[in-house]
């Protein structure tokens, strides 16, 4: 090819590609400048939302590399609020946010962290959700959740407490009690307060003192049991107590203490002087039956109320005992004296409180039954015969009879059917023999004795003190338990008893 013709082939493929370019430049102005300059105005306007939009809320925003460098979202004021620097200085918090940040962008699923954080000698609470964007990065959003958690604190506090005396409310009280239900527990405690009376202060004194009398007691129980218990207003006038890991003797000797509070309170010049029933019950081992253990402590209260000369007794225990009265079968010195020798006795054997109560309660009511006895049997100046020996035999049948109808005497039932019972069986009516006899029966059993032996009857004058005291020694191990005879002989050696 000549020097022609190759100088009019490079011009026109010149002019061709000149041509071409020229041809797109104006078709991409023509066709795609409008929609990438609405794209940038798109963007622009997606910025400045993002931009007002993280200063809007109230949201910490960090952004965590591959490399687990975590750094403030954006570098405006954001950057620099006090969460924010608190955040940064808090190193271990920081390491914390890194490990997760790492983790998540190796599972891709979003991951929350809870912490707190001091701030200006208050407790702050935050919420940390982090989660993977389309690059390799996580966002973390962290949001102060102080406000939220106080108030679920509040609303919890009020669900859960009882505003007039500020320890727990019944319903809080019986979830705790019920979660034990059926569980194997061991040295588990419950103990029951009731004031005695309060509706009696509400209509003569007027309820604002009667408010200041539960406020009192309740704070009493809290000074004794607040560091073993959980403690609950479980009533208008009642209290209870759930210990746990603690042993009998320590519940007994709070109890005493919360007494001798109470004794103390009433030696102050109050315008009314507080009384205060309780009972407890406690499960050492093995499956808890609630039911059965708040019945128990529920009894052993009534059982204490009872003893009490300012209790409501029901209106047949009050009838019951003046027809006893009336019979001249006891009087209240005979019931004195066998509740306080009864006392003597089962505190010489080591009996817990309930067991003293039961055992005093059973030394004031055990002949209840008597009411069903004619009087020309128990008034007989002579001996009875075998008929009527029968008859007044049945007296302890019908006293539990009585006893298992009244709530007051429910508890203690069972040993006015046995406080007839023999040490070598040959009492009545159900000839127990030895340990099978209860406890508190047997002390009784010494004590009615005694008492009967040294007091005059129609058909007999009373013994001296001695005289009794051989004639116990005389029955060890036939008509009494050995060992509890020779330790009641001991007790009263020195015994002076009034038999004007």
């Keep these: 090819m000549d020097n022609y013709s190759r100088k009019k082939n490079n011009l026109k493929n010149k002019v061709t590609r000149e041509s071409i370019i020229g041809l797109g430049e104006e078709s991409f102005q023509k066709n795609y400048y409008p929609e990438l300059q609405e794209k940038i105005v798109s963007l622009e306007r997606v910025s400045a939302r993002n931009k007002a939009l993280m200063m ?52 891709k699923e979003l991951r929350t962290h809870f912490f707190e954080m001091q701030e200006e000698e208050r407790t702050c609470f935050f919420e940390a959700r982090l989660h993977k964007t389309e690059l390799d990065e996580v966002l973390i959003i962290i949001r102060d959740m102080t406000k939220r958690i106080e108030l679920e604190h509040r609303l919890r506090r009020m669900a ?14 019986e979830e705790a009690f019920m979660e034990l239900e059926g569980q194997p527990c061991t040295a588990v405690g419950l103990v029951l307060f009731d004031i005695d009376g309060l509706k009696i202060i509400n209509e003569t004194l007027g309820h604002i003192t009667g408010d200041t009398v539960i406020r009192a007691v309740g704070q009493m129980v809290k000074e004794v049991f607040g560091e073993v218990g959980f403690i609950a207003r479980v009533g208008g006038n009642e209290f209870g107590v759930i210990t746990r890991n603690q042993k009998v003797d320590i519940l007994e000797k709070a109890i005493q203490t919360f007494s001798e509070r109470l004794q103390t309170y009433n030696e102050k010049d109050n315008l009314y002087k507080v009384e205060v029933s309780y009972g407890y019950a406690y499960h050492s081992q093995g499956t808890l039956n609630t039911s059965l253990m708040y019945q128990e402590a529920d009894n052993n209260l009534y059982q204490h109320k009872l003893l009490k000369d300012t209790s409501s007794k029901s209106a047949l225990v009050r009838t019951l005992m003046k027809a006893l009265e009336a019979k001249d079968y006891i009087t209240e010195g005979h019931a004195d004296r066998m509740s306080f020798l009864a006392e003597k006795l089962g505190k010489a054997q080591g ?14 009511f055990h002949d209840l039954g008597k009411v069903g006895i004619p009087d020309k049997i128990l008034q007989k100046p002579a001996a009875l015969t075998t008929e009527e020996w029968k008859v007044m035999k049945t007296h302890t049948v019908i006293g539990e009879r009585i006893a298992s109808a009244t709530p007051e005497l429910k508890e203690i039932s069972r040993l006015i059917l046995k406080h007839h019972e023999k040490w070598d069986g040959t009492g009545y009516p159900l000839q127990l023999k030895g340990e099978e006899i209860p406890v508190e029966c047997r002390v009784l059993s010494i004590v009615d004795a005694f ?32 060992e509890m005879a020779r330790i009641f002989v001991e007790i009263c050696q020195d015994y002076q008893l009034d038999h004007s």
Excluded: W
Excluded at 62 to 88: C, H, M, R, W
Excluded at 351 to 364: C, E, H, I, P, T
Excluded at 454 to 475: F, G, Q, S
């Design 451 to 482: 008492d009967a032996m040294t007091n005059e009857r129609p058909y007999r004058k009373a013994m001296t003190v001695k005289e009794a005291l051989d004639r116990i020694k005389a029955c060890q191990g036939t008509q009494f338990d050995p």
């Design 160 to 173: 859960e407490t009882d505003h007039m005396t500020d320890l727990f409310n019944r319903r809080c009280f």
């Design 351 to 364: 009996f817990s409180q309930n067991q003293l109560d039961r055992v005093r309660l059973l030394a004031k």
């Design 56 to 107: 809007a809320i109230p949201d910490i925003l960090l952004v965590s590399d591959a490399q687990g460098n975590i750094t403030p979202f954006s570098s405006g004021e954001q950057s620099k609020t006090t969460g924010t620097l608190l955040i940064f200085r808090n190193q271990h918090l920081l390491k914390t946010l890194q490990k997760m940040a790492q983790e998540v962008l190796k599972s």
